[in-house]
């Protein structure tokens, strides 16, 4: 999954987030609408437990802030986290790739954010003559988030146990890296 190299991307950028054309995925299926209607009426409950599980990782590696810029949830909103995202700080000397890699390796499922600098995406390289794009700014922060970011899940399912396990894992990561 992290061994491919698409055009201008990272090398390793995980193929499930490489778009080779502009669009939408808009193919809803008529059963895939009632699940999801159903899935409503769980709402509140999954977004209370995502919160708990995202505040669980967040208390666990707080102490790797250090190696990893962690994430801040901003005053005065109420999310329902998608997942935890991780990002290597520069210097801590181990690339997203290995750090996925390890995280896999011990039944870890990671994503990477999908984006990043999305000029370095295939589907720009399709464009239409005429169509030129400008980028304001180098995109320096987007280029560290496609580089070194990754996301951890905070799956509603997930038991305490599971997201220990995770912490600890992540813990035994940091110890692979500079301080």
């Known amino acids: 999954r992290f061994a491919q190299q698409f055009g201008t991307l990272p090398a390793g950028y995980d193929h499930k987030y490489v778009y080779s054309h502009f669009g939408y995925n808009l193919k809803a299926t008529e059963m895939q609408a009632a699940i999801g209607c159903a899935q409503l009426l769980k709402l509140d409950q999954f977004t209370k437990k995502r919160q708990a599980n995202h505040q669980r990782l967040l208390d666990g590696l707080e102490d790797l802030s250090g190696i990893f810029h962690l994430p801040d ?10 997942g ?12 997203r790739n290995e750090a ?3 995280l896999e390796g011990h039944n870890i499922q990671t994503r990477n954010l999908f984006a990043g600098d999305i000029t370095r995406q295939p589907c720009f390289d399709h464009l239409i003559p005429g169509t030129d794009y400008r ?6 922060n987007t280029e560290v988030i496609m580089k ?17 396990y995770m912490i600890q894992c992540v813990h035994d990561l940091s110890g692979m890296l500079k301080h």
């Open 135 to 140: 980028c304001c700014g180098t995109l320096s």
């Open 100 to 102: 996925t890699r390890y």
């Open 84 to 95: 935890f995202l991780l990002t290597i700080k520069g210097n801590a000397g181990l690339s």
């Open 73 to 82: 949830i901003a005053r005065g909103t109420d999310p329902s986290p998608f």
């Open 148 to 164: 070194n970011a990754f996301w951890l899940g905070v799956y509603p399912g997930m038991s305490d146990d599971m997201l220990g």
